[in-house]
Structures are given as C-alpha cells and as structure tokens.
C-alpha cells in the first residue's frame, strides 16, 4: 500500500512556475511520494504548461502526479491520476476518460458512507478532512480522527487524511492509520521544503 507524504500546491502560495517547480523539486528531493496539482486559475495555458513540467519533474523522482478537480487536464498531461471532490465528474466519469491503471482519488470530507461509494465505484484511495485548523482550506469541514481508524480497517484502498496538518501534529494522524498525509501549507510556505518533507516522511519510516 502506497504511504507517505501528499504533498498538495496551491496556486496563491506558489503563483508562478519558478516557484512552483522549485517547491515541488525540494518536496521531492525531501522524499514526498505524491502530488497533487492544484491551481484554482482559470488560465489553461498555464495550467496545461505546469502541470506537464510537474510530470516530468514527479517522474525523475518516481514520484506520482494527481490532478485536482480537472479530468481534461490529467487526461493532456498524462498525469498518473486525477482527485475529485463530491461535485466534481464522478469516479465512473473519471475513469472512462483515463483508462484502468489512472489514480482516482475522492474527497469524502468525514463521512465512511461517501467514502464506501467512492470504493464501490472503483476509487483508488479516499481521502478524509479537514482534522485541523487549515489556512488554505479555512471553510472546509471539520472531521473526526476516529474515521481515519475506521476507515483503515474497512477499505483496502490508502486512506489519505488532509486539513491543517503540520510537523507538530502529523503523528496523531499517523498514528490513527492515515496512509498519507497530504500537507500544503506546512510544507509549501516553509523556508526549508526540503527539510520539511523529509521530517513528514519520516513519520512513515
Ligand atoms: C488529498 C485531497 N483531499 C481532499 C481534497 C479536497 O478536494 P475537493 O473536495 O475537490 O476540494 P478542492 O481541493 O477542489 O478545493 C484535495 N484536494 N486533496
Ligand atoms: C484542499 C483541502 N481540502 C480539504 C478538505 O478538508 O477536504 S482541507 C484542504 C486544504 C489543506 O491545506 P493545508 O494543509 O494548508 O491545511
């Protein structure tokens, strides 16, 4: 089962391709085992130019590359997959468009029932947040470290938890058997990424 660091960008933290490829190397370098682009711009040229420079870079390091909400995008770039949230093209929708060996991944917010119909329809890993005060996502609803557990034990699938999760309090999340964690902002808005993602890797070694 795939575990470790998510890491996720956000396009107003790292607002240009410099620092955008340059955050992603050092996460990488740092041992982070996937990302997931995550642009909320309406600039498809620059969508499309970044997210294929994040394929080749993700690939050098053996690392994966999900795509956020945009289907057509992973499906240009070839990424490795694709995540989805709940009212984004659904798994079945995802999957004709990538083929068998594309990654789906769903968000569930805190529900085991939501997270259960994505893995019926065939979803790759579900992930679960928000655990923790996030300063990206600051609207986002609050779930219970107890579906973490629940969820290890009912799905065969990597349970992915994300929402607020910094160095100071990644191992309660481990601990509670999330397979990855999936960090933007205490990974992508440290002065040192590299050290970062090698201290959140850690707390799968
Ligand atoms: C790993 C991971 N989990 C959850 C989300 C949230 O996805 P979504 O519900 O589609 O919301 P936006 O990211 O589009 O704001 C995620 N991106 N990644
Ligand atoms: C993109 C996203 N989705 C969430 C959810 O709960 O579904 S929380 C979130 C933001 C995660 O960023 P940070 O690590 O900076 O808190």
């Known amino acids: 089962m795939l575990k470790g660091l998510y890491g996720v960008t956000d396009s107003h933290l790292l607002p ?3 620092s955008l490829l340059h955050a992603a190397g050092q996460a990488l370098h740092g041992g982070m085992k996937v990302l997931q682009y ?3 711009s309406n600039d498809q040229q620059k969508r499309l130019r970044q997210a294929g420079a994040l394929k080749v870079l993700c690939h050098q390091h053996q690392a994966i590359l999900i795509i ?3 289907v057509e995008l992973a499906a240009a770039v070839e990424a490795d997959g694709v ?3 709940q009212s984004d093209a659904s798994v079945a929708e995802a ?3 990538l083929g068998d060996y594309a990654i789906i991944g769903v968000s569930c917010g805190g529900s085991l029932e939501l997270a259960q119909q994505a893995v019926s329809a ?4 579900i992930a679960f947040g928000k655990f923790f005060e996030s300063k990206t996502k600051p609207d986002a609803k609050t779930a219970e470290l107890s579906v973490l557990s629940q969820a290890r034990q009912r799905f065969d699938v990597p349970v992915v938890a994300i929402g607020g999760i910094t160095i100071d309090n990644a191992f309660q999340i481990t601990e509670a058997g999330a397979d990855m964690i999936a960090v933007v902002n205490n990974l992508f808005a440290t002065p040192d990424i590299q050290l970062r993602a090698r ?3 850690a707390l799968y070694q």
Do not use: I, M, Q
Not at 122 to 125: D, M, R, V
């Open 199 to 201: 201290e959140l890797s």
């Open 83 to 85: 995540h989805v949230g």
């Open 68 to 70: 956020n909400d945009d």
């Open 16 to 18: 240009d391709d410099n």
């Open 38 to 40: 995550r642009d909320k």
């Open 95 to 97: 999957r004709t468009r």
């Open 122 to 125: 065939g979803a790759n890993y």
